[in-house]
Nanobody, 126 residues
């Protein structure tokens, strides 16, 4: 599985950004793509996830109402639209694909995912 990320950058508080993640080589058993982020000195944390075969999406409480995860199945691309950004959103954002053999983990658990993009920096200044 290959995940190619784009988007990100440096913005001010209240601005918007959109991240993209093109997924190739996805296995038949992979059911979701997730977004995680990692700030300096902190553990990687769940942000959002979206399933490929239905409309279910999942969000961390810290981003609900501000971030929207969507997908374009024809392009094998998942998007993370981030609105009303805050300084605490500053982190490296990673997209990730889950694996069939890890399906017993929650969609919000990092253990569910076994393929990761390289990450993209998002910096929000006050």
């Amino acid at each position: 599985v290959k995940l190619v990320q784009s988007g990100g950058g440096s913005v001010q508080t209240g601005a918007s950004l959109r991240l993209s993640c093109q997924v190739s080589g996805r296995t038949a058993g992979s059911s979701a793509t997730g977004w995680f982020r990692q700030a300096p000195g902190k553990e990687r944390e769940f942000v959002a996830a979206i399933k490929w075969n239905d409309t279910n999406t999942y969000y961390a409480d810290s981003v609900k109402g501000r971030f929207t995860c969507s997908r374009d199945n024809a392009k094998n691309t998942v998007y993370l639209q981030m609105n009303n950004l805050k300084p605490e959103d500053t982190a490296v954002y990673y997209c990730t694909a889950d694996a069939f053999y890890l399906r017993h983990y929650s969609y919000t658990a990092v253990q569910r995912y076994d393929a990761w993009g390289r990450g993209t920096q998002v910096t929000v200044s006050s």
